[in-house]
C-alpha cells in the first residue's frame, strides 16, 4: 500500500473543525465527521479520488451554510466556550478564521 499524504483543502478543514466542535452538541456530527476521515483516508490510499471526496464535503459543507458560515459558526462556538481563537497558522481557513474571531473579539 502506497500511502500519499495530501494536505484537504481549506473549506474540508473547515468542515472537519465545525465537526469536531459541535460533535459535544449532538452525535450526529461525530459520526458524519468519522465519515469524512474515512473517506479522507481512502482518498490518501488511492482507493476513493480527490474528486469523489470535493463531492462529498462540498455537499455536506453546503448542508450547513456553506464554507463561509461553517467557519463563523466555529470560531463562535471556540470563543463562546473559552473565550478566545487560539488557531494559528498562514493557510487560507486560519486566515480566515482569524478575521472572523478579530470581528467577533472586537463587538465583545
Known amino acids: 500500500m502506497n500511502k500519499k499524504i495530501e494536505k484537504p483543502s481549506a473549506e474540508a478543514k473547515a468542515l472537519s473543525l465545525f465537526l469536531m466542535a459541535f460533535k459535544t452538541i449532538n452525535p ?14 481512502l482518498v490518501n490510499l488511492d482507493k476513493l479520488s480527490r474528486r469523489e471526496y470535493n463531492e462529498e464535503m462540498q455537499e455536506m459543507l453546503e448542508s450547513y451554510g456553506g464554507y463561509t458560515e461553517v467557519v463563523e459558526k466555529t470560531v463562535k462556538f471556540y470563543i463562546d466556550k473559552t473565550g478566545e481563537w487560539t488557531l494559528k497558522g498562514e493557510d487560507k481557513y486560519c486566515r480566515d478564521a482569524k478575521l472572523v474571531a478579530d470581528k467577533i473579539l472586537k463587538q465583545k
Open 28 to 41: 450526529i456530527y461525530k459520526e458524519k465527521s468519522k465519515r469524512m476521515n474515512r473517506l479522507w483516508d
